[in-house]
């Protein structure tokens, strides 16, 4: 068994550091994880690329190996382990939460707020690293039909859409808006998609994901915002606007068109985090009976749930990773996901 591993870090001054750690040894409960790939979530940059400006759940303890969306196999056990073993592949829910809380007994370890919550990536040590260190509690188990890169985009982004898209319900007659189209919105269009939604349609700015959506075939119709946006997703939704709307822009005029684009009783989940919005409430809401909801990752038992979906529906996230780079180029998977240009970004642990 090798002793040394190596593990991105981020200072926090857009750059990527490399650094040998000690392979950690599972105690009792808990697992060693060989890392098979590992994807880079928006909120890496956002709150800990380009500065360390993340606070509570999402402060970054400086030195930590990066990576809050893992996947691999378990290589070796500690004590007293209660369903996994060895050779078993696994999805690392990405927040090891107190486990007795009334949010961690509803399977939000998310939302914990004990001392002892910490997060993969964050507070403790993640998956832009060789080898994992893992509770058994934090792990979902990965089918064999779905492949390391599938299982990291649900550690995380498919996991929080899927939360989403259970809280605001879709359904076979309904048009769904995705609002920003970075890995998360796509990811909210693949599944709407698989769960029955009979348009899809998506607003985004950047080319290259425009291009994206079309190109994987995950939107009816793709508009880059400017003033006539609204009126663009009336006209093809009959006037009335989309049943449903998710917004993963986290941008002030991407909430206002997702709210102001979905028709009377219709239902809008907040996913895209930061910033702000502005609307007005009497017209924009209260008048058509519309309900907004915030919704942040999702539970334990719902991420089982979807990988189970994943592979009923035959789908795979893995087809939103537009570039993979080995650990050694990690800086540069940063970088690329920092410039949007990209769909997901993975890097991946070969022999
Ligand atoms: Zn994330
Ligand atoms: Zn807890």
Redesign the pocket.
């Known amino acids: 068994m090798v002793t040394k591993m190596r593990a991105a870090i981020l200072p926090g001054n857009s750059t990527v550091e490399l650094k040998d750690f000690e392979v950690p040894k599972p105690g009792h409960g808990e697992v060693l994880i060989k890392t098979r790939a590992t994807t880079i979530?928006g909120?890496d940059i956002r709150c800990i690329y380009r500065e360390h400006v993340g606070k509570g759940p999402e402060g970054y303890i400086p030195g930590m190996a990066a990576g809050?969306?893992p996947c691999g196999e378990i290589v070796e056990e500690g004590e007293g382990l209660r369903r996994f073993k060895k050779g078993d592949r696994v999805i690392v829910y990405h927040i090891s939460g107190c486990g007795v809380c009334n949010d961690c007994r509803r399977g939000y370890y998310i939302s914990c707020k004990s001392k002892y919550r910490r997060a993969y990536g964050w507070q403790r040590n993640g998956g832009m690293a060789e080898y994992i260190l893992a509770e058994e509690k934090d792990l979902i188990a990965l089918p064999d039909e779905l492949t390391f890169k599938d299982g990291a985009q649900v550690a995380?982004?498919f996991g929080t859409v899927y939360e989403a898209l259970q809280k605001i319900g879709v359904c076979g007659d309904h048009a769904v808006l995705v609002t920003g189209l970075g890995p998360v919105g796509l990811a909210a269009l693949m599944l709407a998609k698989a769960m029955g939604a009979e348009k899809l349609i998506g607003v985004e700015m950047n080319d290259y994901r425009i291009k994206l959506a079309k190109d994987l075939g995950l939107a009816d119709y793709v508009f880059k915002p400017g003033d006539d946006t609204l009126k663009q997703i009336l006209d093809v939704t009959g006037g009335y606007g989309c049943e449903r709307a998710v917004d993963c822009s986290a941008n002030d005029a991407g909430r206002q068109l997702a709210i102001r684009a979905t028709r009377q009783w219709g239902k809008i989940a907040f996913v895209g985090e930061g910033g702000t919005v502005n609307f007005n409430p009497s017209p924009d809401i209260i008048h058509d009976q519309k309900t907004i909801y915030g919704s942040w990752v999702t539970s334990l038992w719902l991420m089982e749930e979807l990988v189970e979906r994943l592979v009923r529906w035959n789908i795979h996230p893995e087809d939103l990773v537009t570039h993979e780079f080995p650990l050694e180029q990690a800086g540069e998977a940063y970088r690329l996901m920092a410039s949007g240009n990209c769909g997901k970004v993975a890097v991946v642990f070969n022999d």
Do not use: N, P, R
């Open positions: 979530c909120s809050h969306e995380c982004g």
